[in-house]
Structures are given as structure tokens and as C-alpha cells.
């Protein structure tokens, strides 16, 4: 456990500058904590931590180049104690799950009141792990959902169908016939509880499944 006077001293990574300046700021002002850094990009988050070595990491998923997720895998293999807080607008079951396997320590959204972040910074200093309400209820609908996860290969699918190609463009693009995207789509379908194209695009938009540019 850190002494109860440390100073937690916080990077922050962000893409909208605004945002990142306003967190920064309201963090800064405590008397325990310190933003040693801010960064808009995955890689220069990745290159931040490794220089700074900070104690917490405000991570967002949504980064050009690099995403807030590969980020959180690159750094936990460079520390496996770093200590990750996802502060996003994406609220789906599918990235709260891959951000929290990725090894995040806890998901936040960013519509949350700054006084919460603040709590929950500390907290998670001290070696906490608490999970929000809204996060606890998507992660239950995961695990009670009866159907198998998507495979890589059905994600991919999933994102050229979300993206408007059509069977024959998807095959091209991925380099097999049509008749294995059919049986991916298949899959898929059943996988997601759906029937038809549209249906399975809005299914995996809501829980985080894929995601439009």
C-alpha cells in the first residue's frame, strides 16, 4: 500500500484536447495527485508510460493510430502492475469485456461526474478495483447471454457488413470465396440472435461489438 500522503502522479491519454485539458486540470488540483503527462495517441501513451512510469493511466479507446486497447496490451507486457483506468464513451458489454481481459483495472464513461473519477483514481492508488453500477450490469447481460463469443474471423466480417460491402466485396477483401463468408454470416447470425444484415450491424454497434468510423 503507497504511504497516505503519495502523490498519485497520473497520465492522461485522450484525443479530444478539451477533454484531456479539463481532466488534467481537475486532477492536477488535488493535493495527492500530479498529471506527469498527457498524450492524444496510443503510441505516445505507450512511449509516456515507459518513460514516466506513472502510477494510474487514464486510458481512452477511441485513439487515432494505435487504439486504447492495444495500448492497454502493449503497456501491461512492458509493467503487469500497471495500474490502467478506461475513461471512454463507448458503454457496450463487448469493450468493457475486452478492456477489462486487456487488463484494465477498472471502465469508466465519460458522461460520470469528475468527483467520481477523482474517488475512484484514489481507490485504485490503493489498490482497488471498483467497478461502477452501469459496468457491472453490462458485464452481467455478457455472462448471461447464452450465445458463444464471435470468432476473429465473423468480427471481421461483421465490420464489412457494418461497413456496406456486399458478400462478394467481403470475400475479395478478406481473401476467401463466398461461400465461406455465407457460412461466416451463418454463424453469425445465430451467434448474435439476429436474421438478417441490418439486425446483426445494430446488434454489434450497442454492445461495442464493432464500430463505425
Given at each position: 500500500?503507497?504511504?497516505?500522503?503519495?502523490?498519485?502522479?497520473?497520465?492522461?491519454?485522450?484525443?479530444?484536447?478539451?477533454?484531456?485539458?479539463?481532466?488534467?486540470?481537475?486532477?492536477?488540483?488535488?493535493q495527492d495527485m500530479e498529471v506527469v503527462g498527457t498524450a492524444t495517441t496510443g503510441e505516445e501513451g505507450?512511449?509516456?508510460?515507459?518513460?514516466?512510469?506513472?502510477?494510474?493511466?487514464?486510458?481512452?479507446?477511441?485513439?487515432?493510430?494505435?487504439?486504447?486497447?492495444?495500448?492497454?496490451?502493449?503497456?501491461?507486457?512492458?509493467?503487469?502492475?500497471?495500474?490502467?483506468?478506461?475513461?471512454?464513451?463507448?458503454?457496450?458489454?463487448?469493450?468493457?469485456?475486452?478492456?477489462?481481459?486487456?487488463?484494465?483495472?477498472?471502465?469508466?464513461?465519460?458522461?460520470?461526474?469528475?468527483?467520481?473519477?477523482v474517488s475512484i483514481v484514489r481507490e485504485v492508488h490503493g489498490g482497488g478495483r471498483?467497478?461502477?453500477?452501469?459496468?457491472?450490469?453490462?458485464?452481467?447481460?455478457?455472462?448471461?447471454?447464452?450465445?458463444?463469443?464471435?470468432?476473429?474471423?465473423?468480427?471481421?466480417?461483421?465490420?464489412?457488413?457494418?461497413?456496406?460491402?456486399?458478400?462478394?466485396?467481403?470475400?475479395?477483401?478478406?481473401?476467401?470465396?463466398?461461400?465461406?463468408?455465407?457460412?461466416?454470416?451463418?454463424?453469425?447470425?445465430?451467434?448474435?440472435?439476429?436474421?438478417?444484415?441490418?439486425?446483426?450491424?445494430?446488434?454489434?454497434?450497442?454492445?461495442?461489438?464493432?464500430?463505425?468510423?
Amino acid at each position: 500500500m503507497p504511504p497516505p500522503n503519495a502523490s498519485i502522479r497520473i497520465l492522461c491519454v485522450d484525443d479530444h484536447p478539451f477533454l484531456l485539458e479539463g481532466v488534467a486540470r481537475k486532477l492536477g488540483s488535488e493535493q495527492d495527485m500530479e498529471v506527469v503527462g498527457t498524450a492524444t495517441t496510443g503510441e505516445e501513451g505507450v512511449e509516456l508510460f515507459c518513460r514516466l512510469r506513472p502510477d494510474i493511466v487514464l486510458m481512452d479507446l477511441q485513439l487515432p493510430g494505435m487504439s486504447g486497447l492495444r495500448a492497454i496490451e502493449t503497456i501491461r507486457r512492458e509493467d503487469a502492475e500497471a495500474r490502467i483506468i478506461v475513461l471512454t464513451m463507448y458503454q457496450g458489454d463487448e469493450d468493457i469485456f475486452r478492456a477489462l481481459r486487456a487488463g484494465a483495472v477498472t471502465y469508466l464513461t465519460k458522461d460520470m461526474l469528475v468527483n467520481d473519477l477523482v474517488s475512484i483514481v484514489r481507490e485504485v492508488h490503493g489498490g482497488g478495483r471498483p467497478i461502477p453500477p452501469l459496468v457491472a450490469s453490462r458485464m452481467a447481460e455478457r455472462i448471461g447471454r447464452s450465445q458463444a463469443a464471435l470468432s476473429p474471423r465473423e468480427i471481421e466480417v461483421l465490420e464489412l457488413i457494418a461497413k456496406g460491402r456486399r458478400n462478394k466485396e467481403i470475400a475479395d477483401a478478406l481473401s476467401v470465396s463466398a461461400e465461406t463468408v455465407q457460412t461466416h454470416i451463418k454463424h453469425l447470425f445465430a451467434k448474435l440472435g439476429v436474421s438478417d444484415r441490418t439486425a446483426a450491424v445494430t446488434v454489434a454497434l450497442s454492445r461495442g461489438i464493432v464500430h463505425l468510423p
